[in-house]
């Protein structure tokens, strides 16, 4: 895989944090997803809340699974630590880091694909568990890497590129998060990024299970089997001297709609979607009203957007383990291992 570097070289009078840097400080490689697509938009939020909330890179873990989201760690917090899982494993090894060292921000970054299926176990339990972590998942109800099928957060009755109605009911991971224990739930869109920078500015305040579900259309074409104009039967039947993916350029969709109210989004591929805006009066301090909240806005076709839930007093991992205040990594041997007879003194308690 190549990875493309940005120049060093930038203007001298560039707005710095109070850390002295500068926006470009927080980004990483350039992008190789499509042009347009939503998650870039959310790489660019990630950025402008790390930057705005003048958090030092090095203080950041940023883990991911497989797909197109779990791709776009590498486009930000270049000087951050870095880790991409296999396909639906990112909340595991994240656990077991911050068991490891509490001290870092926990930043999870997946998609549809990679939590709502193959991943949905170790989504459901990471939850539960209150890991302190931003959880995002970029969701673009397709499997964009492997050319559109329907993900587990489609919704029944959507039809895809290809003219295919989705049969099955879908997964809604905010109501997901809410009833296992997350106390910091959020949905937004890609393209609203004065509703979406704040939420990620709360999500990574906030001592607990944060999880944002953002809608990030996906703009590719479909590249399905049995298609004579697909890659797969191109290039079987070609002989070429070299291949090339063109993928078609596309506008990024951007929208500014007031709280309250309801915006109709076109996407690429002609299809609409509605997103209400959650109201200043709204109680986001009560999970069961969220969780029948989310649900009369999709009986009536709608996305609610905004902070739906948070908790007003939080609890971690490290709170239900009793763990000790320093990190497990900075404890020398002795504190690790104290000997046999706490040992035997432990065994004794359980039985």
């Excluded at 296999?86 to 490891?100: I, K, Q």
């Excluded at 993928?247 to 591929?269: A, K």
Aim: proline letters at 4%; glycine letters at 10%.
């Amino acid at each position: 895989m190549t990875y493309l570097a940005k120049p060093k070289l930038h203007h001298p009078d560039l707005p710095k944090n109070k850390l002295g840097f500068t926006r470009r400080d927080y980004e990483g490689t350039v992008s190789t997803l499509c042009a347009g697509c939503g998650h870039d938009s959310i790489t660019g939020a990630i950025i402008q809340a790390c930057f705005e909330m003048d958090i030092a890179p090095h203080r950041v873990a940023k883990l991911s699974g497989i797909g197109c989201s779990s791709k776009t760690p590498t486009y930000f917090l270049g000087q951050s630590h870095g880790f991409n899982t296999v396909h639906g494993r990112m909340p595991s090894v994240l656990t077991g880091a911050n068991a490891a060292n509490r001290d870092l921000i926990y930043l999870g970054v997946s998609g549809d694909g990679d939590s709502a299926s193959i991943g949905l176990g170790q989504f459901a339990h990471v939850m539960r568990r209150g890991v302190n972590m931003t959880y995002i998942v970029e969701n673009n109800g397709v499997y964009g890497l492997t050319k559109g099928q329907f993900s587990a957060t489609a919704d029944r009755g959507s039809k895809s590129k290809r003219g295919a109605l989705n049969a099955d009911e879908s997964i809604d991971l905010v109501l997901m998060a809410l009833q296992l224990g997350a106390t910091y739930v959020a949905r937004s869109f890609s393209g609203d990024k004065a509703q979406l920078v704040p939420l990620i500015k709360g999500a990574l305040m906030h001592p607990g299970a944060a999880f944002l579900d953002v809608i990030s259309p996906c703009v590719a074409f479909n590249n399905h089997d049995g298609s004579t104009k697909s890659y797969d039967y191109v290039r079987e039947h070609n002989e070429a001297v070299n291949a090339m993916d063109v993928i078609p350029i596309r506008s990024e969709i951007t929208t500014n709609y007031e709280p309250g109210t309801v915006q109709e989004i076109r996407q690429h591929d002609g299809s609409m979607i509605r997103l209400r805006k959650l109201e200043p009066s709204y109680d986001a301090s009560n999970r069961l009203r969220a969780m029948n909240f989310v649900q009369e806005r999709y009986a009536l076709g709608e996305i609610a957007t905004g902070l739906l839930y948070v908790a007003s007093a939080p609890r971690d991992l490290h709170d239900s383990l009793n763990t000790v205040a320093t990190p497990l990594n900075e404890l020398n041997e002795r504190e690790l291992c104290p000997g046999n007879a706490a040992l035997e003194k432990f065994n004794q308690g359980l039985r």
